[in-house]
């Protein structure tokens, strides 16, 4: 069930995930690239004003040491023209001066052993790694997620949800998303997830009638909940109807059913059977009868029997029937009934919400029966239905069996769209 839509925001989600993903992958490449390159120049730099240093040094080292040999010769010129009796003391000056030489070298090797400790130390200073985690920085744009946006649209509409539904939908996850910093990848699957639900939440009417809270009320009162069931031919009106009766007799009422269809041919006899298979009673006049007279028997017949509920039918018709519209109208100023519920086919989609629409228009819907919702696969109706004339959806029909209806519960649609 609603298999379609879970497809279509599973791959949604998956989508932006990897677009975000992508963008965020590519962004981190360039940026250890750039840090990567940087530090390759900065390094070179430091390289090449080493070397430039220990060329300087070694110039200066060569130039102090000629200095000191010419100072030498010089001295040792002097000293040869002295005399015999000062030898002595020219050998001690000559042993001093040779030793001046050495002390220079030494402080020049010193100098020299201080510059590599320097440049290992440079060498030694830490650098930047260029590895960066995912999206430490990331915020999603508009530009992330647009086009994927845009294909879901189109996708919703292909899955029979309506224009302004889909719309919605769309806006609102943009909305959730645009502006979000995200730390990781599994952020972007979280956030989108989290957008896609809180759209279809808002989409989603809850606040309607307590069907049993009324008809609890009815039992306390006596004065029976008047529900009438409204909808074009073909929809599976007459046996939702039935699957109710069922369904309230399960839970320990008495329900009364009016046959109000007194145009269609068979139709009385359907229903006929359908409340002797389900047990319970049924009000009914010949064909063709007024429809409003029928009603109104069956609302009489629940009073005087202390019976809960009754659940009228009424003619099928296209909305577009004015003279069958009116019928149905005279039948709510007969018997003023409490709900009026329109019963459509889930597997026509947008022909169901626009039925709706109009059925709302003429008559005033309280809620709606979605019928075959177990063989609709895209989910577009129930979707869109209950938001186009915000009225709730308040069962499902799910099989051809009595028993097979469903209250209908926003979360529970949830927990198909989005479950595992």
Do not use: C
């Amino acid at each position: 069930m609603f298999e379609s839509l879970k497809k279509k925001f599973s791959g949604t989600i998956g989508k932006i995930s990897d677009q975000v993903s992508s963008e965020e992958e590519e962004e981190a490449s360039k940026d250890e690239k750039k840090a990567k390159t940087a530090s390759k120049e900065s390094k070179d730099a430091e390289d090449k004003t080493s070397k430039k240093g220990k060329e300087d040094k070694s110039q200066e080292d060569e130039s102090h040491l000629k200095e000191k040999e010419a100072e030498k010769t010089s001295r040792l010129s002097f000293l040869r023209r002295k005399s015999e009796s000062k030898d002595e003391d020219s050998l001690k000056k000559q042993e001093k001066d040779s030793k001046q030489p050495k002390k220079d070298s030494t402080d020049s090797k010193k100098d020299n052993e201080k510059a590599d400790t320097g440049e290992s130390e440079k060498e030694t200073e830490e650098e930047p790694s260029g590895l960066f985690t995912f999206a430490t920085h990331k915020t999603i744009s508009e530009k992330d997620i647009d086009d994927i946006l845009f294909e879901l649209e189109l996708a919703l509409l292909e899955g029979d949800v309506a224009l302004e539904v889909a719309e919605q939908i769309v806006n609102s996850v943009k909305d959730g998303l645009v502006g979000r910093k995200i730390k990781r990848r599994s952020d972007v699957a979280e956030f989108t997830k989290e957008a896609l639900k809180n759209a279809i939440s808002e989409i989603l009417v809850s606040e309607g009638p307590d069907l049993k809270e009324l008809v609890r009320k009815a039992k306390k009162t006596g004065e029976p909940l008047k529900i009438m069931f409204v909808g074009v031919n073909g929809t599976g009106k007459t046996t939702t109807i039935s699957k109710i009766a069922d369904h309230y007799v399960k839970e320990g009422y008495n329900p009364v059913i009016a046959a109000s269809d007194t145009f269609r041919a068979g139709a009385i006899e359907q229903i006929s059977h359908h409340a002797e298979k389900v047990g319970v009673k049924i009000i009914r006049h010949q064909k063709g009868a007024d429809p409003a007279a029928v009603a109104y028997d069956a609302v009489e017949h629940a009073r005087a029997q202390k019976k809960e509920l009754v659940l009228i039918d009424t003619a099928g018709r296209m909305q577009t029937n004015v003279n069958l519209m009116d019928e149905m109208k005279k039948i709510q100023r007969v018997v003023k009934p409490d709900l009026a519920i329109f019963v459509g086919d889930a597997l026509t989609g947008n022909d169901a919400v626009e039925q709706a629409r109009k059925f709302d228009d003429a008559v005033g819907v309280d809620g709606i029966i979605l019928t075959k919702a177990d063989a609709d696969a895209k989910g577009g109706a129930a979707l869109s239905i209950g938001h186009v004339i915000n009225k709730p959806i308040l069962f499902l029909g799910v099989g051809q069996g009595y028993g097979d209806i469903i209250e209908f519960n926003p979360e529970w649609m949830m927990e198909q769209v989005f479950g595992e």
